[in-house]
T-cell receptor
Framework: DSGVTQTPKHLITATGQRVTLRCSPR?????VYWYQQSLDQGLQFLIQ???????AKGNILERFSAQQFPDLHSELNLSSLELGDSALYFC????????????FGPGTRLTVT | AQSVTQLDSHVSVSEGTPVLLRCNYS??????LFWYVQHPNKGLQLLLK??????LVKGINGFEAEFKKSETSFHLTKPSAHMSDAAEYFC?????????FGTGTRLTIIP
């Protein structure tokens, strides 16, 4: 158990809908990272927050957004969902600001029908 | 540009025999390199990391990797495979604050 928690574990929704994925980092970690893992694209970095501020951006679509709250938990919002957004979404955390060793949560499996 | 190439998408070994998972990287910077393991329906777990100290890095569960700058390689090895090693393994490079994942190698252990 990495200490990173993600909810929900599974999510099934329809195209055009909006969902929110939640992540709680390990105690003491200030950085939160979001990743998308799909069969065709592999594992892709989406975005990083450090202590409430956006720190780095990867291949995140404009339909997606994230934030990190004062208690350091983070939410990833996915809107206008398309079939191709079906994937496993991971959250990871680390103590440092820059990319460093990260501890991954178990993931949220999103299925868009 | 930075890239990570995992040379084998699938590796099968018999239990008790050595494991070799190959990774080559390309980077304009001196990257930090990591190996992560992902068991079915689980998140990624850090196995080991190289950050410009010793070139031979020991990780958890008996795994180790050697950084070879001349070959731009960071291959993962284990002397004796165990059934619990069956998983997907990812080689990851961090250079100039850009994180690049390899496409993964699925390791199958034959009883």
């Amino acid at each position: 158990d990495s200490g990173v928690t993600q909810t929900p574990k599974h999510l099934i929704t329809a195209t055009g809908q909006r969902v929110t994925l939640r992540c709680s980092p390990r105690s003491g970690d200030l950085s939160v990272y979001w990743y998308q893992q799909s069969l065709d694209q592999g594992l892709q970095f989406l975005i990083q927050y450090y202590n409430g501020e956006e720190r780095a951006k990867g291949n995140i679509l404009e339909r997606f957004s994230a934030q990190q709250f004062p208690d350091l938990h983070s939410e990833l919002n996915l809107s206008s969902l398309e079939l191709g957004d079906s994937a496993l979404y991971f959250c990871a955390s680390s103590v440092a600001e820059g990319f460093y060793e990260q501890y991954f949560g178990p993931g949220t499996r999103l299925t868009v029908t | 540009a930075q890239s990570v190439t995992q040379l084998d998408s699938h590796v099968s070994v018999s239990e008790g025999t050595p494991v070799l998972l190959r990774c080559n990287y390309s980077s304009s910077y001196s990257p930090s390199l990591f190996w992560y393991v992902q068991h079915p329906n689980k998140g990624l777990q850090l196995l080991l990391k190289y950050t410009s100290a010793a070139t031979l890095v020991k990780g958890i569960n008996g795994f180790e990797a050697e950084f070879k700058k001349s070959e731009t390689s960071f291959h993962l090895t284990k002397p004796s495979a165990h059934m619990s090693d069956a998983a997907e393994y990812f080689c990851v490079a961090l250079g100039n604050e850009k994180l690049t994942f390899g496409t993964g190698t699925r390791l199958t252990i034959i009883p």
